[in-house]
Structure formats: C-alpha cells, structure tokens
C-alpha cells in the first residue's frame, strides 16, 4: 500500500484498509510524539506550512510532527506580512512553495481550496481544513481517539452542535460508515447535518438517527463527539444568536452516563463544555489533541516515502 507523493484532500479517497495502515503507522509513531523515543525518519524534508485561517492544534501538530521526525518547517506566518496581500494567487503560492518545501500543509477558508491547490502543486497536499468542507487528518486523529480510547468496531455514536457547517463531523460521518457506526445526530433545526450527507451514509449501510437532546442519547453511545457553534460560519451574527448556547455538558449532564462513555472535542471549545467535565473519566478531548502528533507523524512519513 504506497502513499509517496498522494495528496491528502478528503476521507472519499480512503479506504478501510488505507485509514487502518494509517491507524498502524500512527501507533508505531506515538513512543517518538510522547518523546521517548527519538527519530531522523525526515531529515532533510521541508513542510511548508500555509494556514489562511486561525490554528492552534492543527498547525502546532503539524509542526511539532515534523520537528519529531527530524525534519523542518518553512511557515507562511501572517497573510497580511505575504504577497497573498498584494493579491497573488493560490495556485501561484502554491506553485513558489512547492519550490521550496518537500509538503504543503493547507488551511483555507473556501471549500474546495485544497483541491484547487492540488491541481497546481508537484509535491503532495495535505488538507487541514477547506471552509466547511473537508478535514481529512482530523477525521484521522479522531478515528486514532476512538480506537485508542473506545473501540471502532460496533461503536455507537453521538454527534452534537454544528452539524450544517462543521467539516470535522462531515469527513468523520464517511469515515465511520466504513465501520458500520451507529449515528445519532443531535444539532438544533438551523445547524441539522445536510440531507444529501445523512443519505449518503445510509445508502452505505450506516444507521443514522436524530433526536433532539443530549440526555435522550448519552446513556446508548460509546462516544459524545461534541462541537463548537461556528460563529464565523454565520453570515448573519443574528442567527448565530439564535442557535448559541443551545447544547452543553456539564457534569449534572453526566450524572447517570456510564464509565465507558468517552466525550471527545476537536477544540477550541467555547462553552459547549463545562471546564469540571475535564476531570471526569469521560473527558478525552485533551487526549485527542495530542493523537494529532503521531497521526499526522505518520501521514507525513507516508506521503514523503519514509514508510509505506
């Protein structure tokens, strides 16, 4: 299974055994993303890093998943400090970069960005996020989260908040329909996971329900997958008012979940999630954060040849 020079550009171009060998890999990395172990698996390779919207994790992930293999980063800090403010193009970012660096990270705000990007790059695309549209390597880290944490064979799960525009929980909703997951969608009617997505997954054989709180949910998943309201998704501050504040956990919330229940974020949080939770059994957002080291360790290794 080779995935020298493949872009990264949406969970649709993977397959169960592509995202298992990746789930692998991702376990073979984590003594090295913990520090215990040390490697120069990509000395000598170059990330060039182009983030067109705010990151924490994502980019810090990234970055230190590099500086862990022994390679480098080449980041194109602020847009306005760039030649992206005096009006160049993506394609020919794209194309100067690729010039430079041995992988491009990309974060944009337009869907179908990293796509576009691909058509223009000689060296692999590694999509961290395109408006609401795809976000491949979180969907894998979060996928690392349930097996680590849970399990993904026969797992039941629940997701909750922005389900209209969140591009985390649509690459995760394909993903989980290559394990036959058991989804239940819990969003209020404005942020309702898009119809043409729901039936996609059904016409793979997952089974999708929808209910409209939390407490109806949590005491028949394994996993809570809680999201933020995405107020720059709104065009109209109004109707992000409208539908804020509407779905927390706390923990009176899980006063009656079973110890096996784990609650995962992709973060930033904003007050979806009482910080007491954070003490509990169930809280593994944290966690998950980290799993994004050694997975994208792993897809970068992949991709630069370093392993197959």
Same mark, same amino acid.
């Given at each position: ?188 009617? @404005?942020?309702?996971?898009? #119809? =043409?997505? +729901? *039936? &996609? ?5 997952? %089974?999708?329900? @929808?209910?409209?709180?939390? #407490? =109806?949910? +949590? *005491? &028949? ?5 809680? %999201? ?81």
């Amino acid at each position: 299974m080779r995935f020298k020079d493949h872009h990264i550009i949406s969970m649709t171009s993977f397959s169960r055994d592509m995202i298992d060998h990746i789930l692998e890999t991702s376990e073979k990395m984590e003594p090295i993303a913990l520090g215990k172990q040390k490697s120069d698996l990509l000395t000598g390779k170059i990330l060039g890093v182009l983030f067109f919207e705010p990151s924490t994790r994502t980019r810090m992930s990234f970055e230190t998943a590099m500086y862990r293999l022994g390679g480098n980063v080449l980041n194109l800090g602020s847009i306005d400090a760039s030649s992206i403010a005096k009006g160049e193009t993506l394609a020919d970012t794209i194309r100067v970069v690729g010039s430079y660096a041995d992988a491009i990270v990309l974060r944009h705000p337009k869907e179908g960005a990293a796509c576009l990007a691909s058509e223009f790059s000689t060296i692999p695309i590694l999509n961290a996020g395109d408006g609401a549209g795809h976000h491949p390597t979180q969907t894998l880290l979060d996928l690392y989260t349930i097996k680590r944490e849970s399990h993904l064979e026969g797992l039941k799960i629940a997701l909750v908040g922005d389900l209209k525009y969140g591009r985390t929980v649509h690459s995760l909703c394909y993903a989980l329909s290559l394990y036959g997951a058991q989804i239940t969608m819990i969003s209020p009617e @404005e942020l309702r996971m898009p #119809e =043409e997505i +729901i *039936n &996609d997954l059904e016409s793979r054989g997952s %089974t999708v329900t @929808e209910v409209d709180s939390i #407490e =109806e949910a +949590i *005491n &028949d998943v394994d996993v809570l997958y809680m %999201t933020r309201i995405q107020k720059e998704r709104f065009p109209d501050p109004a109707e992000y008012q409208k539908v804020a504040n509407r779905l927390k956990i706390t923990t009176e919330t899980l006063k009656e979940a079973r110890s096996e229940l784990r609650i995962m974020h992709p973060l930033p949080r904003v007050n979806e999630i009482h910080p007491d939770v954070d003490e509990t059994v169930h809280a593994c957002y944290f966690k998950q954060a980290f799993y994004g080291v050694p997975v994208r360790m792993a897809l970068m290794a992949l991709v630069l040849g370093a392993m197959e």
